[in-house]
């Protein structure tokens, strides 16, 4: 049976056909879906994570009872992962271990685009990269039979085009296998360093094998055309080079790492050119160039060599050209490699990009398409709003994090000053304080519930425990807002949507020691508006909740009869297009305000900055 899949639903169905027993994630766009897909398999048991970290770790508990573990996040997520990840690449996985990192080039909804083919390398794991649904789905079966055979963590990377593109995926049945069961192996799993010295030797072993292993998998593969001109690439870069160097030869690697040394080899010899086509860093590229440089020395010294003992060869014109036995068998045709001396090294690739970087042409003509800007923006009726409103009102600096909330940035609110990654919001508040202790009593730190949950608690306990003064904002909109509404344990529900224990973050933060906590409707302007005055001036750390549901959440009654505004009262002061709401806007002609009642939720916090009651609820 054939399905048209995208590559994330991909993922899940490769899991679920190579018989996965457990899988686990943390929400990031673009890897958010795998889990959710997954979760459609009632063979798997699976679950939201609190973060990365503790996704990878409980997976990799798992693998030490012999289960067969699946972990997904997206690239920045590895960050948060890492230590655990480094470790069990020498620990093993005695049960299959799978990582999947969805790479997101462009930065479509991310703070950065590292590469994390890095990880591989540096972790010392193999790595495959899919190019498309299909290989997706194929390469976890093989991924999980290669991380039991070798006994190592195995890394799938996936990038926002992978995972979001969809393409036609042949459906196998699943391969059920038994847990193997616990067994202690301490010499493995306690990686003191007399461990850990003999492990890492055993560990660079298996990696020298699995690079022969790469040359034979069949994710690598050639295919035959211009003999001067060949292409390496990998991943979605495959799929841009096929329509631009449409006569070329090509290698297309999908098991990435350890490369195929042997079989790139093979292809490069007697070419001309070489282009290496791969998005973001020129990993391959370093590589290969450097396994070429060595070849092109050790060439060198066999033709000086051949030159010195053969008559017939001209040693001031000793070239291909000589037919000597000696030179015939020394010399290599080094071919001219071209990678990110022409290719970008940043943003994604496109045919057209492409094309342009390297001069050739594509199949067809595209014309550009005029695609018109729409900067996001804070939903009609998001309760962050009235925050970011208080905050602008008090002219505070506040230090943001990641999550919907972050459009806090956005004209005409223009209330958030930093964003660094998960959790920095507080420390980053409180770095400021240590810097200029007077400006605690002007800033504030900006955390959403899930974030919080995530990595901002151990920055609120380092507050605490340091005896500063920063005010923490954590804006509980009863979900995982941004990433399409995950939940968490503030949630009071599981993955599958089963009722959960909900965290109650007041005793939470009343546990850590702070004294000041207080929970308000952030739609309440003055309430709002009032705690946070109250709340910064204080010589202490304070908290305050802001508690009312995403408008998106079904779970909740979040909409209303939708607002108006009376012509006749508005004296077009502009006091509620001030909030940024889109529902709202101003008609420079009439010199009026309008509400557009089809996007209105009837939140009512514009109704609350008009001073002259132009603003009223419709029937």
């Known amino acids: ?19 996965i027993h457990f899988a686990t994630a943390y929400p990031g766009t673009p890897s958010t879906e795998i889990l959710e897909n997954i979760s459609n398999y009632k063979e798997i048991k699976c679950q939201w994570a609190v973060n990365e970290k503790t996704s990878l770790e409980i997976a990799g508990g798992a693998t030490f009872a012999g289960a067969r573990a699946i972990v997904a996040m997206k690239h920045v997520g590895l960050n948060v992962a890492a230590d655990p990840m480094f470790s069990l690449a020498y620990i093993g996985a005695f049960g299959a271990l799978i990582i999947v990192t969805a790479d997101d080039p462009s930065m479509h909804s991310s703070q950065n685009e590292q590469d994390n083919r890095y990880y591989a390398r540096s972790a010392r794991i193999p790595m495959f990269e899919p190019s498309d649904s299909q290989e997706a789905k194929d390469m976890i079966i093989e991924a999980v039979r290669l991380s039991e055979e070798w006994n190592l963590p195995v890394l799938i990377r996936m990038t926002t085009r992978v995972c979001h593109a969809k393409s036609i995926v042949e459906l196998g ?65 495959y799929q841009y080079a096929k329509e631009v160097f449409q006569e070329a030869s090509f290698m297309k690697i999908g098991f990435s790492y350890p490369l195929p040394m042997d079989m790139i080899l093979d292809f490069i010899i007697g070419k001309k050119f070489i282009y290496i086509v791969e998005e973001l860093e020129p990993i391959m590229e370093n590589e290969i160039k450097a396994l070429i440089t060595d070849l092109a020395s050790v060439s060198a010294l066999k033709s000086l060599e051949a030159s010195e003992t053969e008559d017939e060869c001209d040693e001031n014109n000793h070239e291909e050209s000589c037919e000597c036995e000696d030179c015939s068998e020394g010399y290599l045709d080094i071919p001219m490699i071209i990678g990110k001396s022409q290719i970008p090294r940043y943003h994604e690739l496109s045919p057209d990009r492409l094309a342009e970087a390297v001069g050739e042409s594509v199949v067809e003509t595209r014309e550009p398409c005029a695609v018109p800007n729409r900067p996001p923006v804070l939903c009609p009726g998001c309760p962050h709003r009235g925050v970011f409103y208080a905050i602008k009102k008090q002219k505070l600096i506040a230090t943001g994090d990641i999550g919907c909330y972050t459009l806090g940035m956005m004209p005409p609110l223009n209330a958030l000053d930093t ?13 400021i304080e240590k810097a200029i202790p007077e400006l605690s009593k002007k800033m504030v730190a900006v955390i959403g519930d899930s974030t919080f949950f995530h990595s901002g608690m151990t920055g609120l306990l380092d507050v605490v425990y340091n005896q500063g003064h920063t005010t923490v904002l954590i804006l509980d909109n009863r979900i995982t807002a941004m990433t399409g509404h995950q939940d968490n344990p503030g949630s009071g529900f599981s993955i599958s949507g089963q009722p959960a224990p909900e965290v109650d973050l007041e005793m939470l933060v009343k546990s850590f020691g702070v004294k000041f906590v207080k929970t308000v409707d952030p739609l309440n302007f003055e309430e709002c508006n009032s705690a946070l005055k109250e709340a910064v001036e204080l010589e202490e750390p304070a908290v305050i909740i802001t508690k009312r549901p995403c408008v998106l959440l079904k779970r909740y009654k979040t909409r209303f009869a939708p607002f108006k505004i009376d012509k006749e009262k508005c004296v077009g002061c502009q006091a509620c297009v001030q909030v940024g709401c889109p529902a709202i806007s101003y008609l420079p002609k009439e010199k009026k305000s309008e509400i557009n009642i089809s996007l209105c939720v009837g939140c009512g916090f514009c109704k609350q900055m008009c001073k002259f009651e132009a603003i009223e609820q419709t029937e």
């Open 173 to 237: 049945e699943r391969t059920e296998v038994p847990i193997k069961g616990y067994t202690k192996d301490i010499s493995k799993r306690i990686v003191i360093p007399a461990h850990a010295k003999k492990i890492h030797v055993e560990l660079e072993d298996k990696l020298f094998e699995l690079t022969e292993v790469s040359s034979k998998s069949k994710f690598n593969i050639i295919e035959e055309g211009n003999p001067h001109i060949g292409v390496i690439t990998s991943g979605v870069a």
């Open 419 to 431: 964003c660094v990654c998960m959790g920095a919001s507080i420390t980053a508040a409180f770095g």
């Open 1 to 19: 049976m054939k399905k048209f899949l995208s590559g994330n639903e991909a993922i899940a169905r490769g899991a679920y056909e190579a018989g």
